[in-house]
């Protein structure tokens, strides 16, 4: 594992998720422009590049709602590394291209599943480097990842000939998993399973170069782990009894937030909740095996929701909204205490916004996982003192916002007249370049990491955010060009690091 000393001393780096990279196919991916990437943030004496989830994405395109917990996402399959393994052509690629802009997650979807059985079909045959038979490191990668793999390639290959219908609606037997009736589909459906392994091969193959690259340059990956999955799922499908669900496999409750300053009627996020009585049963072993997986594609992760360890808000899955939901306490330290003893301390950061209790705070200390302050809740909207430097740790990652917040020029635009005063007399600013003003701000401060999303960096406004939540439309589109992705586009980003000392200089 690189060595990412997260808490011992200073540093800094970037937000991007790698669909929102430039270049030739539509969506960002682990080719070229990704190596770029890498190579413009270790110009600026970056040390981290913070990530989305990278699973397959599935209900609104959101990395939260992925078909494995496992898996990864094909759609950030690179056409130009496949071309130089020799499965692709240039007339493949020529083909592949689509035009420059926000993610089109239809066509890009078709055009990745059409890239990938070429692919597959050359590589099977053995074309490229696969040497005439599957190469030995293709049999080494199905063997490792068997304990998730198969029942995900079962999975998506039942999905994608049942066009994507959720699980629950498959014939009964074989959403029930009846012995008979698995053995069949494995059967059926035995070279579209073979083609989702291949995917998955690849994913990995490319992503672990991508990472090498990144170590090489000394930039560690901070990975997102979502706390809950989604119903659609491999992962629920498979294991039925870890979740709390209905006869027929719907979910019986389900996740979300209460009311708060941000909804009056609360967030149902739709997630089915946990049976942390039989996780713990088991040792946890589920929730173990998932962690170690995510920490062998990342260096650190960001634990999402992480207060719903302590305590989850639980909702009926038949309420319209979670203004009548209710707590109820989760494994707590239990399972961080199990998590410890299997592998050590964890290099997780804890996502701890919103509603903090004690107890949450207790827990993350108890193991020493740093938290998270986002400058932004500091000064507009719900306001909270916590968010303010002067009051942070340096066990602390300090973020300008998040790929859940409008972007700072945008977030500032639209603040009230008090609450611009209220910023521009804390950072002393006229406001006119208030995205490079946020990010002296974090970078400035005591917190031992600073990141900042490349928007801001950027000081692009409200058309560059990435997601507004609550919301199924229009989420997860944006793209940076060419020109955005260079170190010349950093600007003096390079020069504020080493000045507050966080460039390891």
């Not at 926000?102 to 045959?125: C, H, I, P």
């Not at 672990?208 to 992962?235: E, Q, R, Y």
Request: aromatic share 12%.
């Amino acid at each position: 594992m690189f060595d990412a000393n997260l808490l011992g001393e200073r540093a800094s780096g970037l937000l991007l998720h790698p669909s929102s990279l430039p270049g030739r196919f539509g969506i960002g991916d682990m080719g070229p422009s990704a190596l770029r990437w890498v190579d413009a943030l270790a110009d600026h004496h970056q040390r981290y590049w913070q990530i989305l989830p990278l699973g397959p994405t599935g209900y609104g395109n959101s990395p939260y709602q992925s078909f494995s917990a496992f898996a990864g996402n094909l759609l950030l399959l690179s056409p130009e590394l496949l071309a130089q393994d020799g499965v692709l052509s240039r007339a493949d690629l020529e083909e592949l291209e689509q035009p420059a802009g926000a993610v089109d997650y239809e066509r890009v979807a078709a055009a990745k599943q059409l890239m990938l059985r070429r692919a597959w079909t050359r590589f099977s045959r053995g074309g490229g480097k696969s040497g005439g038979e599957l190469s030995e490191d293709f049999l080494e990668f199905i063997s490792a990842a068997a304990p998730w793999l198969e029942d995900f390639a079962l999975f998506m290959a039942v999905k994608s000939a049942g066009r994507n219908r959720f699980w629950v609606e498959w014939d009964r037997a074989l959403a029930h998993r009846e012995v008979e009736a698995i053995h069949a589909a494995r059967r059926e459906l035995a070279e579209e399973i073979a083609l989702v392994r291949f995917g998955q091969f690849i994913f990995f193959r490319q992503w672990n170069a991508l990472k090498a690259h990144a170590h090489a340059k000394g930039i560690a990956i901070i990975g997102d782990l979502p706390i809950f999955v989604a119903a659609d799922s491999a992962d629920v499908w498979s294991r039925p009894e870890l979740f709390d669900l209905d006869p027929t496999g719907r979910p019986h409750t389900v996740a979300g937030v209460p009311p708060d300053y941000f909804s009056r009627t609360g967030q149902r996020w739709g997630n089915p909740l946990y049976r942390w009585d039989v996780l713990a049963d088991e040792g946890f072993e589920w929730w173990h095996n998932r962690i170690i997986a995510a920490l062998e594609s990342v260096d650190i992760l960001r634990i999402d929701h992480f207060r719903g360890f302590a305590a989850y808000w639980e909702v009926k899955a038949d309420s319209a909204d979670a203004a009548n939901g209710r707590w109820v306490t989760g494994p707590g330290a239990r399972y961080f205490a199990s998590l410890t003893e299997r592998i050590g301390r964890a290099p997780l950061i804890a996502e701890d916004l919103g509603w903090i209790t004690d107890d949450v705070d207790a827990m993350r200390l108890r193991f020493g996982f740093p938290g998270m302050r986002v400058l932004q809740f500091a000064f507009a909207g719900a306001t909270e003192a916590r968010f303010l430097p002067y009051r942070y740790e340096p066990a602390t990652v300090v973020y300008t916002g998040t790929h859940d917040n409008d972007t700072t020029q945008g977030w500032f635009g639209s603040a009230d007249p008090a609450e611009k005063k209220l910023i521009c007399s804390y950072l002393d600013s006229d406001g006119t370049r208030i995205h490079r003003d946020l990010i002296r701000l974090a970078w400035s401060s005591v917190a031992n990491l600073a990141i900042a999303p490349l928007q801001d960096v950027l000081g692009l406004g409200s058309e560059a955010r990435m997601n507004i939540p609550g919301t199924t439309g229009g989420n997860w589109c944006w793209r940076a060009t060419d020109s955005q992705t260079t170190s010349e586009a950093l600007g003096d980003l390079g020069e504020i690091t080493r000045i507050f000392g966080r460039s390891g200089a």
